[in-house]
């Protein structure tokens, strides 16, 4: 279990820390959650994701005591807060399902995540909704997303249950902004519910980001339905497909449909400083992230 420990401080990480916009990657956590930590603390990120054990998988081992110190101790000595964390759930839960054993065993999974939050020190985790698997209505499945997340909220203390906007491929919830509001207008401490706006997903379900007329509209639409006080994070992505086709296909920043420009309107925009920004574009591996990060930061325009 080993881990470096001190932190060297780059030019560019340097230039990156200075910066309100905390911009990072979905790293590696493999042979540790906290090689997570140095593993965005080398690609120069501000931000980062991390999977809190596999998530291809319904059930994990526990965090022994040890990887949890560890964890702790690499967040201080590299200068991480929580607020610059956005864990991400796993693609087998679905609190949306309306058959009950399904949304038993996903709630089950949802609840350990939360608890493994806690044991960290983390205050936000993003999810996916859910789905109607096609056997229900969408208000139905944003009733059980709903129920899922203040039963949760019951059997933990602190952490945000972030929602991710979905791209809107098949039976998803989320992708339109009115189902995400439907969803925050149910739970009842809504201190502890938030939105993740992934670039990608909003682009394919037709929320257009490529002006900066456009793109200004859908940030006003978005406070105007949710409200930005409820924005916890950004996943910063392209598009290999175009406006409005529903697929989740992420493209290389400034490689895809989207196009750089959004994302130079993005890092421009003093609305979203402050919270985590997290690239998951399509490197094999977190080197490439590096570039893409120096990337966006180079897009700041001096004021």
Known sequence: MSIKTTASITPLLLRNQQSKKFVGAHVSAAKGVYNAIYNAHLIGGQAFALFLKS??????????????????????????????????????????????????LSYEAFLDDLKRCEQLGL?????????????????????????????????????????ENMAGSGNVIGSKFEELRSIIDLVRDQSRVG???DTCHAFAAGYDLRTEVEYNKVIDEFDKIVGLNY??????????????????????????????????????????????MVLET???????????IELLYSLVEDK
């Not at 399509?282 to 893409?292: R, T």
């Open 55 to 104: 998530q291809r998988k319904w059930t994990s081992p526990d965090y022994t005591s040890k990887q949890v110190e560890t964890f702790h101790a690499a967040l201080q000595n590299f200068a991480y807060s929580p607020s610059q964390i956005l864990p991400h759930g796993s693609y087998l839960v679905n609190l949306g399902n309306p058959d009950s054993e399904k949304r038993k």
């Open 123 to 163: 205050k936000l985790y993003n999810f996916h909704p859910g789905s109607t698997v096609g056997k229900c209505t969408n208000q139905e499945s944003i009733q059980y997303i709903a129920d899922g997340i203040n039963q949760a909220h019951q059997e933990t203390k602190s952490v945000v249950c972030v929602l």
């Open 195 to 197: 939105v993740c706006l």
């Open 231 to 276: 924005l916890r994070g950004l996943h910063l992505n392209d598009s290999k497909t175009e406006l409005g086709s529903k697929k989740d296909r992420h493209e290389l920043i400034g490689k895809g449909h989207i196009g750089l420009d959004a994302f130079r309107f993005i890092m421009n925009d003093a609305r979203l400083e402050g919270i985590p």
């Open 282 to 292: 399509p490197f094999s591996g977190d080197a490439g992230y590096a570039q893409e």
